[in-house]
């Protein structure tokens, strides 16, 4: 493994684990994913990270919304990272891959009930007809799980965006900030460099 990408990911932990500290800051673990569609159409939304470390950056979601979609016609995404409070961002681009069925099953069953429950009630990204008919669907899966385990949906997983590309930039007053990019060259090998404000 390159020094300069174990270096990114540790640089990253460490952002992190800093916006975690700041009662400021609501989510740290938020981050923008945009990914593209077959056709070409950039697409972007907020998601959760629940893992990350030198394999990559993972979420979880359903895989039959459009961003499941998306990353089924074209596996590769870009993730954003911005902690106004600290005038931190981080920046990440990469191919992407589905988790484990393990890794998946591990993560749903730590998952609140009602999430679990959500994401069997859920045709994510599909036009609902009415919040009583979702509301139903809700009712209906808990009266159906009562008693027992909420097992994980098939259409259910982890994607894990696997990087080639990270950007980290720590604002400055008079815009005259911070830009330091780690990257993966045409021959696969990890560089840095400083980048102009």
Do not use: C
């Not at 893992?51 to 016609?73: P, W």
């Not at 990270?166 to 008079?174: I, P, S």
């Amino acid at each position: 493994m390159s020094d300069y990408y174990q270096a990114a990911i540790e640089r990253f932990g460490d952002w992190l684990e800093t916006a975690r500290a700041d009662e400021r800051i609501i989510d740290p673990t938020a981050m923008t994913l945009a990914t593209v569609s077959a056709d070409g159409q950039p697409s972007a939304r907020m998601v959760l990270l629940k893992q990350v470390d030198t394999s990559g950056f993972v979420f979880y979601t359903n895989t039959r919304s459009r961003k499941g979609a998306q990353l089924a016609d074209n596996p590769k995404a870009a993730l954003v990272f911005y902690w106004e409070a600290l005038m931190r961002q981080v920046k990440v681009e990469g191919d992407v891959q589905v988790v484990s069925d393990a890794e998946a099953d591990a993560y749903f069953a730590s998952r609140p009930r009602l999430s679990q429950i959500g994401a069997w009630a859920s045709h994510q990204s599909e036009p609902l007809e009415s919040r009583a008919v979702f509301d139903t669907r809700v009712d209906s899966l808990e009266a159906e799980y009562a008693g027992r385990e909420v097992p994980r949906p098939p259409h259910w997983t982890g994607f894990r965006v696997r990087p080639h590309w990270m950007e980290f930039w720590q604002g400055r007053d008079g815009r005259l900030h911070d830009r330091e990019r780690y990257f993966r060259d045409a021959a696969g090998t990890w560089q840095w460099v400083l980048v102009n404000p």
